[in-house]
């Protein structure tokens, strides 16, 4: 159901950044689905913005560089893992700058929600050179949406928009802007030395960001988005993001200072803030970020002991380390295991490799979860994309009775997403004893919760566009078999093909193609569209 608007909504994270989205009159949001972050770009199309899903984050990021480069307000948004794989673009757009406004959104995701890792955005920041904004609940989100956009217009740089789980999923009352910005001015202007990053033109383009960064620092010193409570002179927090929330909660007593802008950092407002403190503390979620900078400025602070590294903070968590309470924390209620659809059409492959004994080099989405009971048929899952080089590489260096039995398992989605390249290497490099390649196609990107893809043949709007055929790719990039299976084919027939391939020193995909039941009703909706004749006329 689309958002419904009004000047005061009761929304969450995700939300509001869309909403301020709107009313900053981004021209272009770009993305690639990702928990905690799908809801952003989603949303921002139901209420009348333009929103598209790229194949994956680097393309979607290059995509916003572009509109930013004409002039426009844009936005990349990605879940944490993502601008792993669009690191590439962010550094050197932090050298090339931007003509309008690009923000970065990266949406972390502390205590591995729905990730395969928990690492911490906040060090992308200070590595490119990008200042970073960190909201606390829905209303700063919004709110600081809007500082970002001063800030990258004012310097032409990109900004990070760095959010987490609980920012992005929790709701809280957010109260919007009279009136929407004004519109920017469009339009290209040459800039070859400033964009085209070779050599000679980079080396003044870093010395350049430099000197913005400076000036950013001093901005931020006098009005950056930084909140200072005054309270005991015994104990003064030192916290951002959601962490401040928690903080208040812990410790309503306490002197803070939260800070809105964490990069670069403003030093003299943290050294006025702790000036005649007996203790300073430094709260936040994930790695050491703020407290190893502020230690390496000579401030004595103190950080949390090393186990509320791992996890999301909490009320009961601040106080414990508050308290220097570094004893073992309750275990946590035993949760659900996450398991396939009952009926999901793609449980029987995993039975096959199970039965099969087979080596399977795995990827991201749904089809991770083969390596649980009762398939425990996967033996890597490293990122996305990572099954096709992964196979490759056991193929090479496995005893061939070993490596005969070596096959890569991707969804559709994933493929699309960072598949393609895998597929070069595996035709440039190919095994002696060949490979094998299943794409797992449902139809949809269905662990995020159902986005479409190049693959489906839909754009985020649901509208018709061209669809990537896995098969035509599979025969133009080298593939010497390429195999199309359905529910309609029998387990016997499939297992058959897979021995035989296995078997053969040819290189082999194999497109596994049932429809995703979660998503049948939109498909078959789809499907009789498409078989409709044109209207007359």
Known sequence: MALKLAEKMLIHGDEALAVAMLDARVALGAGYPGTPSSEILETFSQIGGRGEWAPNEKVALEVALGAAFGGARAVAAMKHVGLNVAADPFFTAAYTGTAGALVVVSADDPGMASSQNEQDNRRYAEAAGAPMLEPADAQETYDFFFTALEIAERWRIPVLFRMTTRVCHSKSVVVRRGAPLPPPAYG????????????GNARPAHRRLRAK????????????PNLEISGSRDLGIITSGVSFLHVREAAPEASVLKLGMTYPFPFRKIRAFAAGLKQIVVIEEGDPFLTTAIRANGLPAEGKAEMYRFGELSVERVRRILAGD???EPAPPPGKPPQFCVG???RRTFEILGKMDLIVAGDIGCYTLGVLPPFNAMDSCVCMGASIGVGLGLRHVLPEDQARRVVS???????????????????????????VLLILDNGTTAMTGLQDHPGTGYTLGECATTRMDFEAVGRAMGMHKVHTVTQKDSAEDFERLLRDSLASNDLTLIVVRNPCLLAAKKLRARGRAAAEPPAAG
């Open 188 to 199: 290209f202007e040459h800039d070859r030395r400033g964009r085209v990053m070779v050599p």
């Open 409 to 435: 398992v991707i969804g559709d989605s994933t493929f699309a997403h960072s598949g393609l390249t895998g597929l070069a290497e595996m035709a440039y490099n190919p095994p002696k004893t060949g490979h």
């Open 213 to 224: 960064l400076a000036e950013i620092a001093e901005w931020n010193e006098e009005s950056g």
């Open 326 to 328: 570094a004893s073992p």
């Open 344 to 346: 999901c059409p793609h």
